[in-house]
């Protein structure tokens, strides 16, 4: 690949899998969770959307910018147990047994660094989207910046030649 977004994908989609097997179904945000009149969606759960979202660009010199943006995360579980105060221990724990998993991807993306110029991760917000399906989904947010040298100025210097006499140096 030779797209940054691609790369930062492929990594996160990688880093997710290797730290996080309670997630069981890792993709590009595109609109999967969408209320709909059906309440079906096209993924298992728990899953996660990822989208590379508002990013600026800076630049620096020779062509070469610096990439600043958003990481969103959209976490989707069907929710199936209540809460609320009259519920079982056991029935409350499977409740807001998205809370625990929601951590375990936040230690597996807080400070990492996927490397290939990519910064680390930085959590900025934690949302819910309050619907009216059957679905309980998690936003998080991540800063992350990198410096892209795809279009950096070639330069090209051709070597010099240097004939030195050692007889006309002097000390």
């Not at 997630?23 to 079906?40: K, M, W």
């Not at 004939?163 to 006309?168: E, F, G, T, Y």
């Amino acid at each position: 690949m030779n797209s940054a977004f691609a790369n930062l994908f492929l990594l996160l989609q990688q880093r997710i899998l290797d730290q996080v097997p309670g997630i069981v179904y890792i993709d590009q945000d595109l609109g999967q969770l969408r209320p709909n009149p059906d309440d079906t969606f096209p993924v298992s759960f728990p899953c996660l959307l990822i989208d590379l979202d508002y990013f600026t660009f800076k630049d620096l010199s020779e062509n070469v910018q610096t990439a600043t943006g958003t990481i969103v995360f959209k976490l989707g579980f069907s929710t199936y147990s209540s809460s609320n105060q009259a519920a079982s221990e056991e029935t409350k724990e499977a409740a807001l047994a998205f809370y625990n998993l929601e951590w375990e991807l936040h230690k597996a993306l807080q400070g990492w660094d996927p490397g290939d110029s990519f910064g680390h991760l930085n959590r900025t917000t934690t949302t819910s989207q309050h619907r009216s399906d059957a679905l309980r989904v998690r936003e998080l947010r991540y800063t992350i910046s990198f410096d892209d040298y795809s279009t950096k100025n070639e330069v090209f210097t051709a070597p010099a030649e240097l004939d030195v006499d050692p007889q006309v140096i002097t000390i």
